[in-house]
């Protein structure tokens, strides 16, 4: 199972209807679950701390879990399905991790066994969201030989 563990809510409807259309695609393939964590607006130290707690609860002991990190490591898409493919071949529980509006508290950075950068850029938090559903969703394409737009 794949979760993505996220700090805020989906407002825009455009964005929730392309995230259930990935969902919708991904279900052929795995079991993808979106955790919702509260967004919080405290001063920086005490909203990292907060947000990190509430990820903790999310997270399992023997999970595999990748920060989405804009210092992470990068790759393409056939890296990236590739290494979504090794885990998954290890882990039973693979989270991905996109942490709030200040980035994610450094105890998270140290629990993570990956840090994975898609760009140099930033993105809104929840138009990422739909970026890495349709990049897990590409990668079970590549992975099954299955056809896909470039």
């Known amino acids: 199972m794949i979760k993505i563990i996220c700090v805020g809510k989906i407002k825009e409807q455009y964005l929730k209807d392309a995230i259930n259309e990935y969902l919708?695609?991904?279900?052929?393939?795995?079991?993808?679950?979106i955790i919702e964590l509260p967004d919080f607006s405290f001063d920086l130290k005490k909203t990292l701390e907060t947000e990190r707690d509430y990820m903790l609860k999310s997270i399992k002991e023997n999970d595999y879990n990748i920060l989405l990190d804009i210092e992470g490591n990068s790759f393409n898409s056939i890296e990236f399905a590739n290494n979504l493919d090794k885990i998954r071949n290890?882990?039973?529980n693979i989270n991905f991790i996109i942490g709030g509006s200040?980035?994610?508290h450094d105890d998270i950075k140290r629990i993570v066994n990956e840090r994975i950068s898609f760009s140099k850029l930033t993105f809104p938090h929840q138009l990422f969201r739909v970026i890495l559903l349709e990049q897990i969703y590409r990668s079970f394409k590549i992975l099954n030989n299955e056809e896909y737009h470039k």
Not at 24 to 33: A, C, E, F, G, Q
């Open 90 to 92: 290890n882990y039973s």
């Open 102 to 104: 200040y980035g994610v």
């Open 24 to 33: 919708k695609r991904l279900s052929k393939y795995t079991k993808i679950d």
